[in-house]
Protein backbone atom coordinates (compact mmCIF):
# COMPACT_ATOMS: atom_id res chain seq x y z
CA UNK A 1 0.00 0.00 0.00
CA UNK A 2 1.09 3.45 -0.92
CA UNK A 3 1.58 5.75 2.59
CA UNK A 4 -0.36 8.28 2.96
CA UNK A 5 0.35 12.02 4.30
CA UNK A 6 -1.88 12.93 6.71
CA UNK A 7 -2.18 16.32 8.30
CA UNK A 8 -3.43 16.33 11.21
CA UNK A 9 -5.49 19.19 12.25
CA UNK A 10 -3.80 21.78 14.59
CA UNK A 11 -4.54 20.89 18.34
CA UNK A 12 -6.70 22.90 19.79
CA UNK A 13 -4.77 25.83 22.31
CA UNK A 14 -4.18 24.06 25.29
CA UNK A 15 -2.73 25.97 28.19
CA UNK A 16 0.99 25.31 28.05
CA UNK A 17 2.07 23.54 31.43
CA UNK A 18 3.40 25.65 33.92
CA UNK A 19 6.77 24.65 33.16
CA UNK A 20 8.98 24.07 36.09
CA UNK A 21 11.58 25.87 34.13
CA UNK A 22 12.27 28.88 36.13
CA UNK A 23 11.10 28.26 39.39
CA UNK A 24 12.53 25.21 40.91
CA UNK A 25 16.16 23.58 42.35
CA UNK A 26 18.56 23.35 39.48
CA UNK A 27 17.70 19.72 39.46
CA UNK A 28 14.08 20.46 39.10
CA UNK A 29 15.15 22.40 36.08
CA UNK A 30 16.81 19.73 34.30
CA UNK A 31 14.26 17.19 34.76
CA UNK A 32 11.80 19.63 33.18
CA UNK A 33 13.82 20.13 30.25
CA UNK A 34 14.11 16.40 30.10
CA UNK A 35 10.99 15.47 29.96
CA UNK A 36 9.89 15.40 26.62
CA UNK A 37 12.30 13.17 25.65
CA UNK A 38 11.24 10.70 27.75
CA UNK A 39 7.91 10.77 25.10
CA UNK A 40 9.42 11.52 21.91
CA UNK A 41 12.58 10.64 22.70
CA UNK A 42 11.75 6.74 21.17
CA UNK A 43 9.79 7.99 18.41
CA UNK A 44 13.49 10.95 17.61
CA UNK A 45 15.79 7.46 17.36
CA UNK A 46 13.72 5.68 14.97
CA UNK A 47 13.73 8.41 13.01
CA UNK A 48 17.19 9.12 13.23
CA UNK A 49 18.55 5.34 12.66
CA UNK A 50 16.25 4.22 10.35
CA UNK A 51 15.34 7.62 8.06
CA UNK A 52 18.27 9.50 8.50
CA UNK A 53 21.18 7.09 9.02
CA UNK A 54 20.37 5.64 5.32
CA UNK A 55 20.12 9.24 4.04
CA UNK A 56 23.94 9.82 5.28
CA UNK A 57 24.74 6.99 4.17
CA UNK A 58 23.63 6.54 0.86
CA UNK A 59 25.21 10.18 -0.12
CA UNK A 60 28.46 8.82 1.59
CA UNK A 61 28.34 5.95 -0.57
CA UNK A 62 27.40 7.95 -3.60
CA UNK A 63 31.06 10.15 -2.70
CA UNK A 64 33.12 7.10 -2.03
CA UNK A 65 34.67 4.28 -4.47
CA UNK A 66 33.07 0.77 -3.50
CA UNK A 67 34.16 -2.49 -4.70
CA UNK A 68 32.18 -4.76 -5.52
CA UNK A 69 32.65 -7.25 -2.11
CA UNK A 70 31.31 -3.97 -0.80
CA UNK A 71 34.74 -3.01 0.31
CA UNK A 72 35.31 1.45 0.62
CA UNK A 73 38.02 2.50 -0.87
CA UNK A 74 37.73 5.53 0.43
CA UNK A 75 36.52 9.28 -1.36
CA UNK A 76 36.48 9.65 -5.05
CA UNK A 77 34.58 13.38 -4.99
CA UNK A 78 31.90 13.32 -8.36
CA UNK A 79 33.66 9.89 -9.77
CA UNK A 80 30.55 8.01 -9.47
CA UNK A 81 28.25 10.72 -10.97
CA UNK A 82 30.77 11.26 -14.00
CA UNK A 83 30.24 7.44 -14.38
CA UNK A 84 26.70 7.46 -14.34
CA UNK A 85 26.58 10.07 -16.42
CA UNK A 86 28.14 8.19 -18.95
CA UNK A 87 25.93 5.20 -18.61
CA UNK A 88 24.61 5.09 -22.35
CA UNK A 89 20.76 4.50 -21.75
CA UNK A 90 20.68 7.30 -18.04
CA UNK A 91 18.74 10.25 -21.22
CA UNK A 92 16.43 7.02 -22.39
CA UNK A 93 15.48 6.30 -18.74
CA UNK A 94 15.21 9.70 -17.63
CA UNK A 95 12.61 10.91 -20.07
CA UNK A 96 10.90 7.37 -19.96
CA UNK A 97 11.04 8.76 -16.03
CA UNK A 98 9.15 11.89 -16.54
CA UNK A 99 6.81 10.19 -19.10
CA UNK A 100 5.70 7.36 -16.28
CA UNK A 101 4.85 10.30 -13.81
CA UNK A 102 3.66 13.09 -16.20
CA UNK A 103 0.99 10.19 -18.05
CA UNK A 104 -0.14 8.41 -14.94
CA UNK A 105 -0.07 11.45 -12.42
CA UNK A 106 -2.65 13.30 -15.35
CA UNK A 107 -4.71 9.91 -15.96
CA UNK A 108 -4.87 9.45 -11.87
CA UNK A 109 -6.58 12.68 -11.79
CA UNK A 110 -8.66 12.56 -14.54
CA UNK A 111 -10.44 9.45 -14.12
CA UNK A 112 -10.14 10.04 -9.95
CA UNK A 113 -12.40 13.35 -10.70
CA UNK A 114 -14.76 11.41 -12.49
CA UNK A 115 -14.95 8.44 -9.70
CA UNK A 116 -15.49 10.87 -7.38
CA UNK A 117 -18.45 12.83 -8.79
CA UNK A 118 -20.00 8.85 -9.25
CA UNK A 119 -19.40 7.83 -5.98
CA UNK A 120 -20.72 11.03 -4.40
CA UNK A 121 -23.97 10.65 -5.92
CA UNK A 122 -26.88 8.60 -4.06
CA UNK A 123 -27.50 5.44 -5.29
CA UNK A 124 -28.63 2.09 -3.28
CA UNK A 125 -25.45 0.21 -2.38
CA UNK A 126 -23.23 2.97 -2.09
CA UNK A 127 -21.14 1.96 0.42
CA UNK A 128 -20.66 -1.54 -1.09
CA UNK A 129 -19.36 -0.21 -4.55
CA UNK A 130 -17.03 2.56 -2.48
CA UNK A 131 -16.01 -0.58 -0.40
CA UNK A 132 -14.78 -2.67 -3.85
CA UNK A 133 -13.15 0.30 -4.71
CA UNK A 134 -10.28 0.27 -2.13
CA UNK A 135 -9.17 -3.31 -2.69
CA UNK A 136 -6.03 -1.99 -4.92
CA UNK A 137 -5.51 0.52 -1.92
CA UNK A 138 -5.50 -2.30 0.59
CA UNK A 139 -4.09 -5.13 -0.90
CA UNK A 140 -0.05 -5.61 -1.84
CA UNK A 141 0.76 -3.35 -5.38
CA UNK A 142 4.10 -5.84 -5.91
CA UNK A 143 0.93 -8.63 -6.32
CA UNK A 144 -1.37 -6.75 -8.15
CA UNK A 145 0.72 -6.36 -10.71
CA UNK A 146 2.08 -9.73 -11.20
CA UNK A 147 -1.91 -10.46 -11.40
CA UNK A 148 -1.79 -8.13 -14.48
CA UNK A 149 1.21 -9.91 -15.86
CA UNK A 150 -0.83 -13.13 -16.04
CA UNK A 151 -4.26 -11.32 -17.01
CA UNK A 152 -1.39 -10.52 -19.78
CA UNK A 153 -0.52 -13.94 -20.97
CA UNK A 154 -0.33 -14.19 -24.51
CA UNK A 155 -1.70 -17.53 -24.67
CA UNK A 156 -4.06 -17.68 -21.76
CA UNK A 157 -4.22 -14.13 -19.96
CA UNK A 158 -7.63 -12.52 -19.90
CA UNK A 159 -7.07 -9.46 -21.06
CA UNK A 160 -5.64 -10.99 -23.98
CA UNK A 161 -8.71 -13.37 -24.01
CA UNK A 162 -11.26 -10.14 -23.77
CA UNK A 163 -9.29 -8.41 -26.46
CA UNK A 164 -9.58 -11.37 -29.19
CA UNK A 165 -13.25 -12.15 -28.46
CA UNK A 166 -14.00 -8.36 -29.23
CA UNK A 167 -11.71 -8.41 -32.01
CA UNK A 168 -8.85 -6.13 -31.36
CA UNK A 169 -6.51 -8.62 -31.21
CA UNK A 170 -6.32 -11.19 -33.94
CA UNK A 171 -4.73 -14.20 -32.55
CA UNK A 172 -3.77 -15.18 -29.04
CA UNK A 173 -0.32 -16.52 -28.75
CA UNK A 174 1.09 -14.11 -30.90
CA UNK A 175 4.01 -11.61 -30.71
CA UNK A 176 1.67 -8.72 -31.21
CA UNK A 177 -0.17 -10.49 -28.23
CA UNK A 178 2.90 -10.36 -25.80
CA UNK A 179 2.33 -6.83 -24.32
CA UNK A 180 5.05 -7.27 -22.16
CA UNK A 181 7.88 -8.31 -24.29
CA UNK A 182 7.80 -5.40 -26.49
CA UNK A 183 9.27 -1.92 -24.50
CA UNK A 184 6.79 0.14 -25.87
CA UNK A 185 3.38 -1.53 -25.28
CA UNK A 186 4.63 -2.80 -21.92
CA UNK A 187 5.54 0.63 -20.57
CA UNK A 188 1.68 1.67 -21.47
CA UNK A 189 0.53 -1.03 -19.84
CA UNK A 190 2.47 -0.46 -16.72
CA UNK A 191 1.44 3.11 -16.78
CA UNK A 192 -2.25 1.57 -17.17
CA UNK A 193 -1.66 -0.52 -13.75
CA UNK A 194 0.12 2.03 -12.07
CA UNK A 195 -3.19 4.48 -12.35
CA UNK A 196 -4.98 1.34 -11.11
CA UNK A 197 -3.47 1.06 -8.07
CA UNK A 198 -3.47 5.18 -7.52
CA UNK A 199 -6.96 5.68 -8.06
CA UNK A 200 -8.68 4.59 -4.80
CA UNK A 201 -6.51 6.79 -3.11
CA UNK A 202 -7.07 9.71 -4.87
CA UNK A 203 -10.96 9.47 -5.47
CA UNK A 204 -10.81 9.21 -1.88
CA UNK A 205 -9.26 12.42 -1.35
CA UNK A 206 -11.75 14.17 -3.71
CA UNK A 207 -14.76 12.35 -2.12
CA UNK A 208 -13.29 13.99 1.04
CA UNK A 209 -13.45 17.37 -0.42
CA UNK A 210 -16.04 17.41 -2.32
CA UNK A 211 -18.18 16.77 1.25
CA UNK A 212 -16.36 19.61 2.63
CA UNK A 213 -17.95 22.04 0.44
CA UNK A 214 -20.54 23.26 1.99
CA UNK A 215 -24.35 22.81 0.48
CA UNK A 216 -25.54 26.34 0.79
CA UNK A 217 -22.92 27.05 -2.26
CA UNK A 218 -24.69 24.78 -4.75
CA UNK A 219 -28.21 26.58 -3.49
CA UNK A 220 -27.05 29.76 -4.50
CA UNK A 221 -25.93 28.16 -7.68
CA UNK A 222 -29.40 27.05 -7.73
CA UNK A 223 -31.07 30.15 -7.22
CA UNK A 224 -28.54 32.07 -10.11
CA UNK A 225 -29.86 29.31 -12.61
CA UNK A 226 -26.44 28.19 -12.94
CA UNK A 227 -25.95 24.76 -15.40
CA UNK A 228 -24.35 21.66 -13.81
CA UNK A 229 -21.37 21.79 -15.42
CA UNK A 230 -21.05 25.49 -15.16
CA UNK A 231 -21.85 25.11 -11.22
CA UNK A 232 -18.89 22.39 -11.38
CA UNK A 233 -16.06 24.83 -13.24
CA UNK A 234 -17.34 27.54 -11.54
CA UNK A 235 -17.53 26.04 -7.74
CA UNK A 236 -16.69 22.59 -7.12
CA UNK A 237 -13.25 22.70 -8.79
CA UNK A 238 -12.22 25.50 -7.55
CA UNK A 239 -13.21 24.73 -3.59
CA UNK A 240 -11.61 21.19 -4.55
CA UNK A 241 -8.28 23.13 -5.03
CA UNK A 242 -6.15 22.09 -2.14
CA UNK A 243 -7.48 18.88 -2.08
CA UNK A 244 -6.89 18.59 -5.82
CA UNK A 245 -3.56 19.88 -5.23
CA UNK A 246 -2.32 17.63 -1.83
CA UNK A 247 -3.48 14.59 -4.04
CA UNK A 248 -1.32 15.59 -7.42
CA UNK A 249 2.20 15.90 -4.68
CA UNK A 250 1.10 12.73 -3.19
CA UNK A 251 0.61 10.85 -6.26
CA UNK A 252 3.82 12.66 -8.00
CA UNK A 253 5.60 11.36 -5.20
CA UNK A 254 4.30 7.83 -5.14
CA UNK A 255 4.52 7.10 -8.70
CA UNK A 256 8.41 8.71 -9.03
CA UNK A 257 8.94 6.20 -6.27
CA UNK A 258 7.12 3.08 -7.30
CA UNK A 259 9.12 -0.01 -7.52
CA UNK A 260 7.11 -2.99 -7.57
CA UNK A 261 4.68 -2.55 -11.03
CA UNK A 262 7.85 -2.26 -13.56
CA UNK A 263 9.60 -5.02 -11.32
CA UNK A 264 6.82 -7.20 -11.29
CA UNK A 265 6.12 -6.89 -14.86
CA UNK A 266 9.21 -6.43 -16.83
CA UNK A 267 11.76 -5.91 -14.06
CA UNK A 268 12.84 -2.76 -16.62
CA UNK A 269 13.71 -5.28 -19.60
CA UNK A 270 14.57 -6.14 -21.84
CA UNK A 271 17.77 -4.64 -20.63
CA UNK A 272 17.20 -1.26 -19.21
CA UNK A 273 14.42 -0.64 -21.65
CA UNK A 274 11.22 -0.03 -19.78
CA UNK A 275 13.57 1.12 -16.60
CA UNK A 276 12.43 4.31 -14.55
CA UNK A 277 15.24 6.24 -12.38
CA UNK A 278 14.23 3.71 -9.28
CA UNK A 279 14.12 0.65 -11.39
CA UNK A 280 17.65 1.50 -12.80
CA UNK A 281 18.92 2.36 -9.69
CA UNK A 282 18.43 -0.88 -8.02
CA UNK A 283 19.97 -2.32 -11.71
CA UNK A 284 23.05 -0.59 -10.85
CA UNK A 285 23.01 -2.01 -7.57
CA UNK A 286 24.13 -5.02 -8.61
CA UNK A 287 27.29 -3.75 -11.07
CA UNK A 288 28.13 -0.95 -8.75
CA UNK A 289 26.71 0.01 -5.80
CA UNK A 290 28.48 3.85 -5.37
CA UNK A 291 27.31 4.47 -8.55
CA UNK A 292 23.84 3.27 -7.76
CA UNK A 293 24.02 5.46 -4.60
CA UNK A 294 25.13 8.32 -7.16
CA UNK A 295 21.71 8.34 -8.76
CA UNK A 296 19.71 7.59 -5.64
CA UNK A 297 21.18 10.93 -4.30
CA UNK A 298 20.41 12.22 -7.66
CA UNK A 299 16.76 10.49 -6.97
CA UNK A 300 16.17 12.04 -3.45
CA UNK A 301 17.09 15.52 -4.77
CA UNK A 302 13.91 15.35 -6.87
CA UNK A 303 12.02 14.23 -3.37
CA UNK A 304 13.42 17.02 -1.60
CA UNK A 305 11.70 19.59 -4.11
CA UNK A 306 8.59 17.93 -4.41
CA UNK A 307 8.74 17.42 -0.42
CA UNK A 308 9.64 21.59 -0.37
CA UNK A 309 6.63 21.87 -2.30
CA UNK A 310 4.67 20.03 -0.22
CA UNK A 311 5.03 22.13 3.01
CA UNK A 312 3.86 24.87 0.57
CA UNK A 313 1.27 23.43 -0.52
CA UNK A 314 0.07 21.80 2.88
CA UNK A 315 1.68 25.06 4.73
CA UNK A 316 -1.86 27.11 3.85
CA UNK A 317 -4.26 24.69 5.98
CA UNK A 318 -2.18 22.97 8.48
CA UNK A 319 0.07 24.40 10.32
CA UNK A 320 2.74 22.75 12.38
CA UNK A 321 2.34 25.32 14.79
CA UNK A 322 3.36 25.42 18.78
CA UNK B 1 -33.49 12.67 -8.51
CA UNK B 2 -35.35 10.49 -10.80
CA UNK B 3 -35.62 6.45 -10.32
CA UNK B 4 -33.89 6.01 -13.79
CA UNK B 5 -30.97 8.38 -12.73
CA UNK B 6 -30.72 6.29 -9.75
CA UNK B 7 -30.69 2.88 -11.30
CA UNK B 8 -28.32 4.33 -14.33
CA UNK B 9 -25.49 5.50 -11.73
CA UNK B 10 -25.88 2.27 -9.42
CA UNK B 11 -25.29 0.03 -12.49
CA UNK B 12 -22.46 2.68 -13.52
CA UNK B 13 -21.10 2.37 -10.09
CA UNK B 14 -21.11 -1.08 -9.97
CA UNK B 15 -19.46 -1.93 -12.76
CA UNK B 16 -16.11 0.82 -11.75
CA UNK B 17 -16.44 -1.51 -8.27
CA UNK B 18 -16.26 -4.68 -10.52
CA UNK B 19 -13.51 -3.87 -12.51
CA UNK B 20 -11.36 -3.12 -9.52
CA UNK B 21 -12.62 -6.19 -7.65
CA UNK B 22 -11.43 -8.38 -11.40
CA UNK B 23 -7.64 -8.31 -10.39
CA UNK B 24 -8.13 -10.39 -7.23
CA UNK B 25 -11.14 -12.70 -8.64
CA UNK B 26 -9.23 -13.50 -11.36
CA UNK B 27 -6.11 -14.18 -8.36
CA UNK B 28 -8.21 -16.50 -6.76
CA UNK B 29 -9.70 -18.10 -10.15
CA UNK B 30 -6.08 -18.42 -11.07
CA UNK B 31 -5.14 -20.58 -7.47
CA UNK B 32 -8.01 -22.95 -8.16
CA UNK B 33 -7.41 -23.87 -12.05
CA UNK B 34 -6.73 -27.24 -11.68
CA UNK B 35 -3.07 -28.22 -12.89
CA UNK B 36 -3.79 -29.52 -16.95
CA UNK B 37 -5.80 -26.32 -17.70
CA UNK B 38 -3.53 -23.64 -16.23
CA UNK B 39 -2.68 -22.48 -19.37
CA UNK B 40 -6.27 -23.07 -21.23
CA UNK B 41 -7.24 -19.99 -22.76
CA UNK B 42 -10.72 -19.77 -21.00
CA UNK B 43 -12.24 -16.82 -18.29
CA UNK B 44 -12.82 -19.85 -16.45
CA UNK B 45 -11.44 -23.57 -16.11
CA UNK B 46 -13.75 -26.41 -16.12
CA UNK B 47 -14.14 -27.33 -12.79
CA UNK B 48 -12.39 -25.55 -9.62
CA UNK B 49 -9.47 -27.35 -7.60
CA UNK B 50 -8.66 -25.76 -4.46
CA UNK B 51 -5.69 -28.19 -3.47
CA UNK B 52 -3.10 -25.31 -3.91
CA UNK B 53 -4.55 -23.71 -0.80
CA UNK B 54 -3.77 -26.87 1.20
CA UNK B 55 -0.67 -28.22 -0.48
CA UNK B 56 0.41 -24.10 0.24
CA UNK B 57 1.57 -24.65 3.37
CA UNK B 58 3.62 -28.09 2.72
CA UNK B 59 5.10 -26.14 0.14
CA UNK B 60 7.66 -24.09 2.22
CA UNK B 61 5.81 -20.65 1.21
CA UNK B 62 4.01 -21.48 4.87
CA UNK B 63 6.75 -20.31 6.59
CA UNK B 64 7.30 -17.07 4.39
CA UNK B 65 3.87 -16.17 5.38
CA UNK B 66 4.78 -16.30 9.04
CA UNK B 67 7.43 -14.55 8.24
CA UNK B 68 5.31 -11.78 6.88
CA UNK B 69 2.76 -12.14 10.14
CA UNK B 70 5.91 -11.54 12.28
CA UNK B 71 7.37 -8.45 10.71
CA UNK B 72 3.67 -6.70 10.23
CA UNK B 73 3.35 -7.63 14.26
CA UNK B 74 6.23 -6.58 15.32
CA UNK B 75 6.21 -3.31 13.12
CA UNK B 76 2.81 -2.11 14.33
CA UNK B 77 3.36 -3.27 17.83
CA UNK B 78 6.69 -1.08 17.64
CA UNK B 79 4.79 1.75 16.12
CA UNK B 80 2.55 2.18 18.83
CA UNK B 81 5.17 1.72 21.27
CA UNK B 82 6.80 4.50 19.84
CA UNK B 83 4.00 6.93 18.44
CA UNK B 84 1.35 6.49 21.13
CA UNK B 85 3.95 8.86 23.70
CA UNK B 86 4.85 11.09 21.10
CA UNK B 87 1.53 11.91 19.76
CA UNK B 88 0.08 12.21 23.61
CA UNK B 89 2.67 14.28 24.33
CA UNK B 90 2.68 16.91 21.48
CA UNK B 91 -1.14 16.62 21.51
CA UNK B 92 -1.04 18.01 25.09
CA UNK B 93 2.10 20.13 26.01
CA UNK B 94 3.87 22.65 24.35
CA UNK B 95 7.01 22.80 25.10
CA UNK B 96 10.65 23.99 23.17
CA UNK B 97 11.30 21.99 20.40
CA UNK B 98 7.63 20.80 19.78
CA UNK B 99 7.31 22.06 16.35
CA UNK B 100 10.80 20.70 15.43
CA UNK B 101 9.60 17.16 16.14
CA UNK B 102 6.16 17.44 14.36
CA UNK B 103 7.82 18.93 11.63
CA UNK B 104 10.61 16.02 10.99
CA UNK B 105 7.24 13.42 11.62
CA UNK B 106 6.02 15.23 8.46
CA UNK B 107 8.69 14.79 6.42
CA UNK B 108 9.50 11.32 7.25
CA UNK B 109 6.06 10.96 6.22
CA UNK B 110 7.09 12.17 2.74
CA UNK B 111 10.37 9.51 2.27
CA UNK B 112 10.03 6.61 1.18
CA UNK B 113 12.07 3.98 1.48
CA UNK B 114 12.63 3.31 -2.14
CA UNK B 115 13.99 6.59 -2.36
CA UNK B 116 16.99 5.48 0.61
CA UNK B 117 17.28 1.78 -0.51
CA UNK B 118 20.94 1.89 -1.20
CA UNK B 119 21.79 3.62 2.38
CA UNK B 120 19.43 1.06 3.96
CA UNK B 121 21.16 -1.57 2.69
CA UNK B 122 24.85 -0.11 3.73
CA UNK B 123 23.22 -0.07 7.30
CA UNK B 124 21.52 -3.02 7.83
CA UNK B 125 24.19 -4.89 6.47
CA UNK B 126 26.67 -3.14 8.56
CA UNK B 127 24.90 -4.20 11.46
CA UNK B 128 24.33 -7.52 10.46
CA UNK B 129 20.69 -6.93 10.24
CA UNK B 130 19.91 -8.40 7.05
CA UNK B 131 18.31 -11.86 6.67
CA UNK B 132 16.72 -10.92 9.85
CA UNK B 133 13.14 -10.15 10.96
CA UNK B 134 14.31 -7.51 13.01
CA UNK B 135 15.78 -5.45 10.49
CA UNK B 136 12.42 -5.49 8.76
CA UNK B 137 10.34 -4.84 11.66
CA UNK B 138 12.82 -1.67 12.53
CA UNK B 139 12.72 -0.45 8.45
CA UNK B 140 8.90 -1.12 8.50
CA UNK B 141 8.16 0.76 11.93
CA UNK B 142 10.06 3.98 11.02
CA UNK B 143 8.84 4.56 7.76
CA UNK B 144 5.35 4.08 8.86
CA UNK B 145 5.68 6.00 12.60
CA UNK B 146 4.96 9.08 11.02
CA UNK B 147 1.03 7.90 10.39
CA UNK B 148 0.50 6.88 13.36
CA UNK B 149 1.82 9.76 15.50
CA UNK B 150 -0.40 12.17 13.66
CA UNK B 151 -3.50 10.20 13.28
CA UNK B 152 -3.06 9.24 16.97
CA UNK B 153 -2.08 13.24 17.31
CA UNK B 154 -5.75 14.23 15.92
CA UNK B 155 -7.60 12.27 17.78
CA UNK B 156 -6.30 12.93 21.21
CA UNK B 157 -6.30 16.61 20.58
CA UNK B 158 -9.68 16.15 19.84
CA UNK B 159 -10.55 14.96 23.54
CA UNK B 160 -10.84 17.57 26.11
CA UNK B 161 -8.18 17.79 28.58
CA UNK B 162 -10.69 18.33 31.16
CA UNK B 163 -11.47 14.45 31.20
CA UNK B 164 -8.19 13.93 32.04
CA UNK B 165 -8.29 16.66 34.49
CA UNK B 166 -11.36 15.53 36.70
CA UNK B 167 -9.90 11.72 36.28
CA UNK B 168 -6.64 13.30 38.36
CA UNK B 169 -8.75 15.16 40.75
CA UNK B 170 -10.63 11.60 41.42
CA UNK B 171 -7.08 9.77 42.72
CA UNK B 172 -6.28 8.38 39.28
CA UNK B 173 -2.35 9.31 38.57
CA UNK B 174 -1.57 10.83 35.26
CA UNK B 175 -0.57 7.71 33.94
CA UNK B 176 -4.07 6.33 35.25
CA UNK B 177 -6.04 9.12 33.41
CA UNK B 178 -3.97 8.13 30.12
CA UNK B 179 -4.81 4.47 30.46
CA UNK B 180 -8.17 4.83 31.98
CA UNK B 181 -9.25 8.12 30.19
CA UNK B 182 -7.67 9.56 27.09
CA UNK B 183 -6.52 5.76 25.70
CA UNK B 184 -10.24 4.48 25.77
CA UNK B 185 -11.69 7.64 24.21
CA UNK B 186 -8.35 7.68 21.26
CA UNK B 187 -9.28 3.94 20.78
CA UNK B 188 -10.68 4.44 17.15
CA UNK B 189 -7.48 5.88 16.53
CA UNK B 190 -5.28 3.28 17.61
CA UNK B 191 -7.21 0.60 15.78
CA UNK B 192 -6.95 2.80 12.70
CA UNK B 193 -2.80 3.27 12.96
CA UNK B 194 -2.61 -0.26 13.98
CA UNK B 195 -4.77 -1.78 10.81
CA UNK B 196 -3.08 0.68 8.70
CA UNK B 197 0.48 0.21 9.56
CA UNK B 198 0.22 -4.12 9.82
CA UNK B 199 -1.30 -3.28 5.81
CA UNK B 200 1.62 -1.51 5.15
CA UNK B 201 4.47 -3.83 6.31
CA UNK B 202 2.57 -6.86 5.30
CA UNK B 203 2.88 -5.34 2.06
CA UNK B 204 6.10 -4.25 2.22
CA UNK B 205 8.00 -5.18 -1.16
CA UNK B 206 11.17 -3.38 -1.76
CA UNK B 207 12.87 -3.20 1.63
CA UNK B 208 12.83 -6.70 2.18
CA UNK B 209 13.83 -7.63 -1.76
CA UNK B 210 17.31 -5.95 -0.84
CA UNK B 211 17.16 -6.97 2.71
CA UNK B 212 16.80 -10.64 2.76
CA UNK B 213 18.79 -13.14 0.38
CA UNK B 214 17.81 -16.34 2.28
CA UNK B 215 14.70 -17.94 1.26
CA UNK B 216 14.25 -19.23 5.16
CA UNK B 217 14.03 -16.01 6.11
CA UNK B 218 12.03 -14.31 3.14
CA UNK B 219 8.44 -12.38 3.58
CA UNK B 220 6.08 -13.82 1.09
CA UNK B 221 6.43 -11.08 -1.15
CA UNK B 222 9.83 -11.15 -1.56
CA UNK B 223 9.83 -14.90 -2.05
CA UNK B 224 7.03 -14.70 -4.41
CA UNK B 225 9.15 -12.62 -6.52
CA UNK B 226 12.28 -15.50 -6.62
CA UNK B 227 9.43 -17.25 -7.89
CA UNK B 228 9.15 -15.13 -11.09
CA UNK B 229 12.60 -15.56 -12.35
CA UNK B 230 12.29 -18.99 -12.06
CA UNK B 231 12.54 -21.37 -14.72
CA UNK B 232 8.95 -22.70 -14.50
CA UNK B 233 7.10 -20.78 -12.50
CA UNK B 234 4.55 -22.46 -10.00
CA UNK B 235 1.61 -19.89 -10.65
CA UNK B 236 -1.16 -22.24 -8.93
CA UNK B 237 1.18 -21.56 -5.75
CA UNK B 238 1.97 -18.30 -6.33
CA UNK B 239 -1.51 -17.30 -6.33
CA UNK B 240 -2.96 -19.37 -4.15
CA UNK B 241 -0.51 -17.74 -1.14
CA UNK B 242 -1.34 -14.05 -3.02
CA UNK B 243 -4.67 -14.94 -2.26
CA UNK B 244 -4.40 -15.63 1.16
CA UNK B 245 -2.43 -12.78 1.99
CA UNK B 246 -4.89 -10.17 0.14
CA UNK B 247 -8.34 -11.09 1.17
CA UNK B 248 -7.66 -10.43 4.60
CA UNK B 249 -6.06 -7.60 4.31
CA UNK B 250 -8.92 -5.87 2.13
CA UNK B 251 -11.18 -6.67 4.65
CA UNK B 252 -9.27 -5.06 7.01
CA UNK B 253 -8.61 -2.13 5.24
CA UNK B 254 -12.65 -1.87 4.60
CA UNK B 255 -12.98 -1.52 8.65
CA UNK B 256 -10.85 1.67 8.82
CA UNK B 257 -11.55 3.06 5.42
CA UNK B 258 -13.98 5.24 7.09
CA UNK B 259 -11.55 6.77 9.20
CA UNK B 260 -8.35 6.40 7.19
CA UNK B 261 -10.37 8.57 4.50
CA UNK B 262 -11.15 11.08 8.13
CA UNK B 263 -7.66 11.29 9.06
CA UNK B 264 -6.72 12.04 5.46
CA UNK B 265 -9.07 14.94 5.07
CA UNK B 266 -8.56 16.17 8.52
CA UNK B 267 -5.74 18.17 7.63
CA UNK B 268 -5.56 17.76 3.94
CA UNK B 269 -9.05 19.48 2.89
CA UNK B 270 -9.88 21.60 5.52
Redesign the interface.
Known amino acids: MQPNVTLAPPPPPVPAEPCAGRRGTPRQRVWAACQPLAWIGPAIVLIFSVVLVPVVLMFRTAFHDIDAVGFDRGFVGWANFEALLREPSLAAVVTRTAVWVVVVVTATMVCSLLLAQLFNQRFPGRRVARWALIAPWAASVFMTAVVFRWMLDPRSGLINIFLHDIGVLPELGTAQADWLGRPSAALWWMIGVAVFVSIPFTTYAILAGLQAIPADVYEAAVLDGASPWRTYRSITLPLLRPALLVAVLINIMNVFNSFPIIWAMTAGGPGDQTATTTIFMYQLKSSSIAESAALSVVNFGIVIVLVVLFLKAAGGRSQVQS | ?SATR??V??V???G???L??L??L??VV?AARPAGE??????LPSRFDWSNFVTLWSSGLGANLGISLQVAAGATA?VL???L??A????????????A????????????P??????????F?ALGLNNSIWGLI??N?????A?A???L??YI??IP?ELEEAATVDGAGRLGALLRVTLPLAWPGVVTALIFTF??A??E??VAL?LTSDPAKQPL?VV??SY?GGYQID?GH??AA?AV??VP??V???LI?RK???????????
Open positions: MKILALAYVAAFLPYAMALKDPTYLLVSPAYFTARRRFRGRTFLLLVLVTQMFQTAMLVGIYREVLVAGFNLFTWINASSVIAWNFVITLDLWLFSATVILFAEVVGGLTAGAVK
